[in-house]
């Protein structure tokens, strides 16, 4: 039996620092059909929350490093301002939104990264995704709405990559769906020239992939990014879209679409 | 049929503010047999925040006055962190919690207050609460953990009392299970005499709760949180326990139990 098809959206920082921005496209994902899920980053409102009181964001390679005093301000700004935000908004756009961390219904299990050369502090690396219990939020119409918050069932919460997540929830439920994971993010897609923004490359396969690292095409911040999905579609995830704040919209068509053939 | 029994418990910020406290009472309260609910207040780290963001807390009899600012901190604070927290740390306890505001799967719709002397500014009156859903959590073993953050589904967030919150709550499960809700405040109960904490009325009736009333024993600040319980029982909840943080626990034997009869 064809398998329902589920789709499962990330929205980074920034749709997320510019509130008419992430109002309009709340309206697009609330608009799709058949089931969904949204996974959110966070944002410079952490940061700001973080300077208001005395903390100092520190970041190693991109990743920002988690102290008990940052992991408080992370959990109230991703999973108490900016979640319930999000899902206020999609209740008023008629979407049955529902906010979670990974601890709540044990959804999204974690365990501190294990230090090698770095201590990222109370940073999490995904075990396990609930998808039972995300899968019965599902069959009863409401939308399951994650921030970057996990737990380790130990009583720690944990900052967690929302990338990460996004992937790891998108293979988690497809032994049950059809899936297809959606990445926006600041550009239109995987561009040939950086330069120009709208050189879309429109279809990469894994072979694709391989060609466009060597040539150096794929580099920096896209690298991680594109690993983890392809990752994603190796583990069963059917395909996955990478564009900008217009992905959702039926009228767009200039997208990258990542497939493992 | 006899229904099952449902207990429902708040908690407000004498046992928040104090971590040991908190964590030893989500010990018994996730001990507790069968379906349960829990509803938390706030406490003083929403003071704390606003102050570090420069705010100045307003209160007006008792409540807190939420203009835009204000229910921005009590969402992160009440939703972010301490419900987080509790709710990490009832995962750690095999309590299978999930944390809610009212606007997550539109469990608790509310208006802003209407203005009559005082604006209260972003603060809820509850409207309605989405018994079907929260059903569908208890019947997959999964335990509601409510802060006291509601919506309008217009989109607006709203800052609401915990202790209506809760009976609300107890009033709109009471159709599906037989209820108990159980208050946790600072003292053992009702108290006879003000100076002498061990001189709890075990039992108040309708008829006794007037009595009290016109002999100056219930007063003051005891005064909405018991209408607030008589209005429960009448609206169909069994039956209301008052106590301090061992109020779960199954030796303690003082408390005040109200009832209509």
Chains 1, 2 share one sequence.
């Not at 964001?57 to 990743?63: A, E, K, V």
């Not at 219990?133 to 921030?147: A, G, M, Q, S, Y």
């Amino acid at each position: 039996m064809k398998k329902q098809l589920l789709k499962i959206v990330k929205i980074g920082g920034n749709v997320i620092n510019d509130e008419i921005a992430l109002f309009s496209f709340l309206q697009d994902f609330a608009s799709l059909d058949g089931p969904k899920i949204l996974v959110h980053g966070g944002g410079k409102k952490a940061t700001e929350v973080s300077s208001a009181m005395g903390l100092q964001p520190q970041m190693i390679n991109g990743r920002r490093v988690t102290d008990e005093a940052t992991v408080e301000v992370v959990t109230m700004v991703y999973a108490g301002l900016l979640n319930k935000k999000i899902v206020a908004q999609l209740q008023k756009n008629n979407c049955n939104a529902i906010g979670l961390s990974g601890a709540d219904a044990n959804c999204i299990l974690a365990h501190k990264r294990i230090v090698k050369d770095i201590d990222y502090g109370f940073a999490g690396d995904v075990d396990a995704v609930n998808s039972k219990f995300i899968n019965v939020l599902l069959e009863n119409d409401v939308t399951p709405v994650f921030c970057a918050i996990t737990h380790d069932k130990e009583g720690q919460l944990l900052n967690t990559n929302a990338d990460t997540i996004v992937s790891e929830v998108a293979i988690g439920m497809s032994s049950l769906y059809e899936t297809e994971l959606n990445f926006v993010f600041e550009l239109k897609g995987v561009l040939k020239n950086i330069e120009d923004k709208n050189s879309v490359i429109k279809q990469i396969n894994l072979e694709k992939y391989k060609e466009l690292i060597d040539a150096g095409i794929i580099a920096d911040g896209m690298l991680p990014k594109m690993h983890n999905c392809f990752n994603a579609l190796e583990k069963g995830v059917g395909k996955v879209k990478i564009g900008d704040a217009s992905l959702l919209q039926s009228d767009n068509k200039l997208y990258t679409t990542l497939s493992l053939k």
